[in-house]
């Protein structure tokens, strides 16, 4: 056997796998969506774990996830650290993610963890594994959350009630019931 049918095999199985992850929103949780003209990034507070700041080409604001209420604000933040400030969140330091790169978490301390597949880049898919279960092997169980184009970021607020996913005009928000 040669490689390119190893490859083209295990291609097939991937795909058939993929194919078994159910799309929505994964049981426990509750989804709010936004539209975001020119998202450039998202960043979560770690003291305010409901907060999560949004920067983009049309503003600056910071969402309460647990509310879904908008709170447009000035923001600071170095696309070169890859860090944000806001009034609102006195000294604290933002690490944000987006176009310019970085990353949110991508695990919460309950086990439950995001990643991203792209079978048919450049279309990604985020799934959501609850409870460190591998889309892998137990796909009925997982979740794909958000599949589009160009991710910019996704993943968990520090305490692991809220996550996000993005790309440059779609902002989704879960929440945990």
């Known amino acids: 056997m040669n490689m390119n049918d190893v490859d083209d095999a295990n291609r097939i199985?991937?795909?058939?796998?993929?194919?078994?992850?159910?799309?929505?929103?994964?049981?426990?949780?509750?989804?709010?969506?936004?539209?975001?003209?020119?998202?450039?990034?998202?960043?979560?507070?770690?003291?305010?774990?409901?907060?999560?700041?949004?920067?983009?080409?049309?503003?600056?604001?910071?969402?309460?996830?647990?509310?879904?209420?908008?709170?447009?604000?000035?923001?600071?933040?170095?696309?070169?650290?890859?860090?944000?400030?806001?009034?609102?969140?006195?000294?604290?330091?933002?690490?944000i993610a987006g176009e310019g790169g970085g990353g949110l978490r991508r695990y919460s301390e309950d086990g439950n963890i995001l990643v991203s597949i792209a079978p048919f880049w450049p279309i990604e898919k985020i799934v959501f594994m609850p409870n460190y279960i591998s889309w892998y092997a137990n796909p009925e169980k997982c979740t794909v959350i958000f599949e589009d184009y160009e991710i910019r970021a996704f993943g968990f607020s520090r305490c692991g009630n809220y996550m996000a996913v993005c790309n440059s005009s779609t902002l989704d928000i879960f929440r945990k019931r």
């Open 13 to 95: 199985r991937l795909l058939d796998i993929i194919k078994q992850i159910p799309g929505g929103v994964p049981d426990g949780w509750e989804k709010i969506t936004f539209a975001v003209g020119g998202l450039l990034y998202i960043g979560f507070s770690n003291v305010r774990t409901e907060k999560l700041i949004v920067i983009s080409s049309q503003g600056q604001r910071i969402i309460d996830c647990r509310t879904g209420e908008k709170t447009y604000c000035e923001v600071n933040y170095d696309e070169g650290d890859l860090i944000a400030l806001a009034e609102e969140f006195g000294d604290e330091v933002i690490s």
